[in-house]
């Protein structure tokens, strides 16, 4: 079984919504666990928990105003970016690994921010096993926003890219 057929199954697991796949040829046998399965069996007490550091305490007024404190005020780009930003479709990791804007240092990235990107065009490439893999758009539009750092580890299913549709 090569990477290709790996890299299929992985797909279709994704969008079957299978939990895990087993599956054996000969003296070749693979396991795929999706997060979620792994997650599940995770015991309550063991599952991370995030902490929200406690909220300052309110400074009390010694004037004589007995008016309610203001609420803070709304930062109304960062509704704006989250409204642009679903609009976008998103170019994801298909696999774990590190990820690399070009084929070598010396080498031009594949693509930037502002370059129109066609459907099968190599975008970047990600390291996973010592085997380089070339990965390429299912979409078409113009990149916007390149989300990972070169040579940074990526995650399954990772958004790398912000494109917006042609």
Request: net charge negative; hydrophobic share 45%; with cysteine.
């Given at each position: 079984?090569d990477?290709?057929?790996?890299?299929?199954?992985?797909?279709m697991?994704?969008?079957?919504?299978?939990?895990?796949?087993?599956?054996?040829?000969?003296?070749?046998e693979?396991v795929?666990?999706?997060?979620?399965?792994?997650r599940?069996?995770?015991p309550?007490?063991l599952?991370p928990i995030?902490?929200l550091?406690?909220?300052?305490?309110?400074?009390?007024?010694?004037?004589?105003?007995?008016?309610?404190?203001?609420?803070?005020?709304?930062t109304?780009?960062?509704g704006n970016?989250?409204?642009a930003?679903?609009?976008y479709?998103?170019?994801k990791?298909?696999?774990?690994?590190t990820?690399y804007?070009?084929?070598?240092?010396?080498?031009?990235?594949?693509?930037?921010?502002?370059?129109?990107?066609?459907?099968?065009?190599?975008v970047?490439?990600?390291?996973?096993?010592?085997?380089?893999?070339?990965?390429?758009?299912?979409?078409?539009?113009?990149?916007?926003?390149i989300?990972?750092?070169?040579?940074?580890p990526?995650?399954?299913d990772?958004?790398?890219?912000?494109?917006e549709?042609?």
């Open positions: 079984m990477l290709k057929e790996i890299q299929e199954l992985i797909k697991m994704s969008k079957s919504g299978l939990a895990e796949l087993k599956l054996k040829r000969g003296d070749f693979l795929l666990k999706s997060e979620a399965s792994i599940d069996r995770i309550a007490q599952a995030s902490a550091p406690a909220a300052p305490p309110t400074p009390v007024s010694t004037s004589g105003s007995t008016s309610a404190p203001e609420p803070p005020a709304a109304p780009f960062i970016e989250a409204k930003a679903s609009s479709l998103e170019i990791s298909p696999m774990v690994g990820f804007r070009s084929a070598s240092p010396d080498k031009p990235p594949y693509i930037k921010v502002g370059d129109a990107v066609k459907n099968g065009q190599v970047c490439m990600i390291e996973a096993m010592k085997l380089f893999n070339e990965i390429e758009s299912e979409i078409e539009g113009v990149i916007v926003k989300l990972v750092e070169d040579a940074a990526v995650e399954y990772q958004v790398l890219f912000l494109v549709p042609a």
